[in-house]
């Protein structure tokens, strides 16, 4: 039902419902939660791909011929309630069912992102990413705050897996850079806000960051009703809508 495949300070301001600062060679800031002005001077109109990598961890049937990316933060309060209200949904009516498979892409753009996300990457050397995955959302989501190193160990250990060999790979800080390296691809993609979700039929996407950027605009600014942009071969959907949304999504790319 639940498929893993193991094929294996970057900070910006946080911003709840939920932009981030972005640091990149475009330079683009929001505050408030739109686009500070309107300059995207410098953002590629190239094409960009993003594709499932070596090393991921895939959720559902990993031969499902619909994917879901799930651009993220765990730390942030949209997301946390997204993945509480939402994503089971989702994982109930597609992705148990072998027709959605789901990888997880981190934006690390709070404070305590980069360690949230690491130790969600240490969990999975001991096989229960998805575990420590939901488990940091729901505290996120249900306290109001994330998890401290603490807490964690003592989950790993109520699992019954090595809490020492846990905290030596959050000590180490073993997976910052991979959890840096997706937030940069993300970020050059112009994911901009958090969550935003890429439905797509295939493993892979490919969009222009500009069109990204000023679609992704649009909404924020209020100009556009819709909180779907397409892309080519499917759909990218901003924030935390209601599952009707998803379901009407994805049941077109199913062709149902």
């Known amino acids: ?26 330079a683009v800031l929001y505050t408030s939660g739109k686009p500070a002005d309107d300059n995207s001077t410098g953002i590629s109109e190239d094409e960009k791909s993003i594709s499932i990598a070596e090393g991921d961890y895939i959720l559902g049937n990993e031969n499902a011929e619909i994917t879901m990316f799930e651009f993220s933060d765990y730390e942030c309060p ?60 729901g505290k996120e989501y249900s306290d109001g705050e994330a998890p401290t190193k603490e807490v964690l160990v003592e989950e790993i250990n109520n699992l019954g897996l090595s809490g020492q060999e846990f905290s030596k790979c959050l000590d180490e800080g073993k997976y910052n850079q991979v959890v840096i390296d997706k937030t940069k691809e993300g970020r050059e993609m112009s994911m901009l806000a958090t969550p935003i979700t890429v439905v797509v039929k295939g493993d892979a996407f490919s969009a222009s960051p500009k069109y990204v950027y000023d679609e992704l605009k649009k909404v924020l600014d209020g100009i556009s009703t819709s909180p779907v942009i397409p ?15 998803f379901q009407s999504e994805i049941n077109n790319l199913l062709g149902e």
Not at 13 to 20: E, H, K
Not at 102 to 110: G, K, T
Not at 237 to 244: K, L, T
């Open 1 to 26: 039902m639940e498929n893993e495949t193991k094929s294996k300070k970057d900070y910006f301001l946080p911003i709840s419902i939920v932009l981030a600062a972005v640091i990149i060679a475009f």
């Open 231 to 245: 892309i080519s071969n499917g759909v990218l959907i901003v924030g935390i809508q209601p599952f009707d949304v």
């Open 78 to 137: 949209a997301c946390a309630a997204f993945h509480s209200q939402i994503r089971p949904l989702i994982l109930s009516s597609f992705i148990e069912g072998g027709k959605v498979k789901s990888v997880f892409r981190d934006l690390a753009y709070h404070e305590d992102s980069l360690f949230l996300s690491n130790s969600v990457w240490c969990a999975g050397e001991q096989d229960v990413f998805w575990e420590i995955h939901d488990f940091v959302f």
